[in-house]
């Protein structure tokens, strides 16, 4: 409602003539006849004296009011943010306005000053690109263009580009040379159709900085590879030595074509994932989780990725003749092993040997993160780029305070210096032949207990405890040299120095990525898969045994409910017996009093639209 106040009053518009408003007072549950008159852009002229005091209670009442109506209104206008947590917020900061301006009063003003400000949805991407060029500073991030540019693969499939210039530049100049990309479904908007929100990621000091987001309406090579020329036109500055994705094959074949110079690698956690849902499939969770070694040949399947590329195949024959030493029956799973991972893909697709880091837990976190942050699958498209938006505009922040070398997240957990130690300890031991591939994926096995023995209900396992690992002495006192981690985020304690071991310089500490939020990440878990453990429950709940209860059934059931011939009664009433047909579908499954008051002209039984109904005798 639009007020005016004049002289300790409140006016509301009557009616208008022209440019002439007719005002009455608007004081609430007062009756009273005050007018006034207000022509054009000139002065309010009180007309009718008021039946109470200027300035008076109501008065003051009104104008918290207003006041807090105009608040609510313009946070409306100028955020994305959901409108009834705009109130609530209001409220607990005013609860005297809030209390005279409730949320259903308040909600329509809120949105038609949501609607003013919002454009429509566009229905596809090439509006949303257009719109976009006749609006390129709608979005900006420290006073730079956040909207790139769009492009169109050859198969007419459009992508949408946001990134921040000075960002990258920022990012890069502080020496960036690692990469990591993935995309995710879970957080595009529901309108325009996309197939995805591709993410491209900058590591710089052991921190992830996420750079690019391109909307995508295709997964495909083609799309992939316009995505990836027009980012590398851009951004030439960007030339990174390493360039850690997942297996989708297309994004590997574009990222090689497109940076050859660049390593490219998968991450460690999918390589396991994929075992550990194919043994689900192959119907050997059981079996495993039963058979000691059975578990001990899954485990060592999962760390061939920790192996060199040229010992993989060595090791997994290892395996095999472990499996056959100890009656352990895979062989399903070891053809798919075979065929899949080491013909297919090759040992060079999954191999993480050497590498800074050997999961992408960063880029998972950050997915889910924005997940969280829209509270549903597919947020409105324009929350969605404005809180992007201010992803970026905050990760200005934070390379600023990592160049002047202030700490911006939390340290690594011990429990990830500790799973890298004993990493990094058997790969030198196998480096300089002290031990076995063989002894290798038996030391290194454990590293993967508490990602499979969640996924396969392994809670009742022994070998996955901290007892086994106490026992591996081997593993934690082996002689190794003490290598500074990259992050310098490990305690020298930790560390036993050897003078007559060479250094393995490509086999440091893996520096677990500080993700710039307040994350706390578990191991190997993906946060987006967490719904998965309300489905485990399920399982377990529906294993245990039901208490039935016993209920006598009399001896002359027969006789009390004699069988009734379902193929001639009506599907609707179940009473009568059927006598019209439908036309052109031809069944016949109604009886004459629900023909006459069946609503919809369609049948029952095949859904289908009916023309006319033919009486069967």
């Given at each position: 409602m639009d007020h005016r106040e004049h002289g300790g009053y409140y006016y509301k518009i009557n009616k208008t003539r022209g440019d002439k408003l007719y005002l009455k007072c608007a004081t609430p549950n007062v009756y009273c006849k005050g007018s006034a008159i207000k022509n054009g852009n000139g002065p309010i002229v009180p007309k009718k004296t008021h039946s109470h005091d200027a300035y008076g209670p109501e008065y003051h009442e009104l104008e918290t009011k207003n006041i807090f109506r105009s608040t609510l209104v313009e946070r409306a206008r100028s955020e994305t943010?959901?409108?009834?947590?705009?109130?609530?917020?209001?409220?607990?900061?005013?609860?005297?306005?809030?209390?005279?301006?409730?949320?259903?009063?308040?909600?329509?003003?809120?949105?038609?000053?949501?609607?003013?400000?919002?454009?429509?949805?566009?229905?596809t991407l090439r509006e949303l690109s257009e719109f976009l060029d006749m609006n390129v500073d709608r979005y900006q991030c420290d006073n730079s263009r956040f909207y790139q540019e769009w492009m169109v693969d050859r198969y007419g499939k459009y992508s949408v580009m946001f990134a921040c210039n000075d960002l990258i530049s920022a990012v890069i100049n502080q020496g960036a040379n690692e990469l990591h990309a993935d995309g995710t479904f879970k957080v595009v908007p529901s309108t325009p159709h996309c197939r995805q929100l591709f993410i491209i990621h900058l590591i710089l000091q052991n921190h992830s900085i996420p750079v690019c987001y391109v909307l995508m309406e295709a997964k495909t090579e083609a799309s992939y590879r316009k995505v990836l020329e027009r980012f590398k036109i851009k951004y030439p500055e960007v030339r990174p030595v390493s360039i850690m994705i997942d297996f989708e094959t297309a994004l590997r074949q574009v990222f090689v074509d497109t940076y050859p110079e660049a390593h490219v690698y998968s991450c460690w956690f999918h390589y396991v994932q994929s075992l550990q849902k194919n043994i689900r499939k192959m119907g050997y969770s059981r079996y495993i989780q039963q058979n000691r070694e059975a578990k001990?040949?899954?485990?060592?399947?999962?760390?061939?990725?920790?192996?060199?590329?040229?010992?993989?195949?060595?090791?997994?024959?290892?395996?095999?003749?472990?499996?056959?030493?100890?009656?352990?029956?895979?062989?399903?799973?070891?053809?798919?092993?075979?065929?899949?991972?080491?013909?297919?893909?090759?040992?060079?697709?999954?191999?993480?040997?050497?590498?800074?880091?050997?999961?992408?837990?960063?880029?998972?976190?950050?997915?889910?993160?924005?997940?969280?942050t829209f509270q549903v699958a597919h947020p409105n498209l324009w929350k969605m780029l404005d809180h992007l938006k201010t992803i970026a505009v905050k990760q200005h922040i934070v390379v600023t305070q990592l160049a002047?070398?202030?700490?911006?997240?939390?340290?690594?957990?011990?429990?990830?210096i500790l799973n890298s130690m004993r990493i990094k300890n058997s790969t030198a031991l196998l480096s300089t032949g002290a031990i076995t591939v063989k002894e290798f994926l038996i030391q290194c096995s454990h590293c993967t207990d508490r990602y499979l023995s969640t996924e396969l209900n392994w809670h009742d396992a022994t070998d996955d405890s901290e007892d086994e690992i106490q026992n591996n002495d081997g593993i934690l006192n082996a002689p190794i040299p003490a290598v500074e981690?990259?992050?310098?985020?490990?305690?020298?304690?930790?560390?036993?120095?050897?003078?007559?071991?060479?250094?393995?310089?490509?086999?440091?500490?893996?520096?677990?990525?500080?993700?710039?939020?307040?994350?706390?990440?578990?191991?190997?878990?993906?946060?987006?898969?967490?719904?998965?453990?309300?489905?485990?429950?399920?399982?377990?709940?529906?294993?245990?045994?039901?208490?039935?209860?016993f209920v006598e059934v009399p001896r002359n059931l027969y006789e009390l409910y004699p069988p009734v011939d379902e193929t001639n009664i009506c599907i609707v009433c179940r009473m009568e017996e059927r006598t019209h047909a439908l036309i052109p579908c031809g069944h016949r499954v109604l009886c004459v009093d629900c023909v006459t008051q069946l609503q919809a002209q369609r049948c029952p039984l095949c859904n289908s639209d009916f023309d006319m109904v033919l009486r069967i005798w």
């Open positions: 943010i959901e409108l009834k947590v705009i109130y609530d917020q209001e409220a607990i900061r005013n609860p005297h306005a809030a209390g005279i301006y409730s949320w259903p009063t308040a909600e329509s003003s809120m949105r038609y000053a949501r609607r003013s400000t919002l454009p429509p949805l566009p229905s001990m040949c899954l485990k060592m399947c999962a760390v061939l990725a920790l192996l060199p590329a040229h010992q993989i195949e060595m090791g997994f024959q290892e395996i095999k003749n472990h499996a056959q030493n100890n009656g352990v029956l895979l062989p399903r799973f070891f053809t798919y092993m075979s065929s899949f991972w080491l013909s297919i893909k090759g040992p060079e697709c999954f191999s993480v040997y050497g590498q800074p880091r050997r999961t992408n837990n960063n880029v998972e976190s950050f997915h889910s993160t924005l997940q969280q002047a070398g202030l700490t911006t997240s939390r340290s690594v957990k011990f429990k990830y981690d990259a992050a310098g985020v490990v305690d020298p304690q930790f560390m036993v120095i050897a003078e007559d071991l060479v250094p393995v310089a490509e086999n440091n500490i893996e520096p677990v990525v500080n993700v710039i939020e307040d994350y706390d990440d578990m191991d190997f878990i993906i946060p987006e898969d967490g719904e998965l453990n309300i489905w485990q429950q399920f399982r377990n709940d529906a294993d245990e045994e039901e208490e039935i209860t």
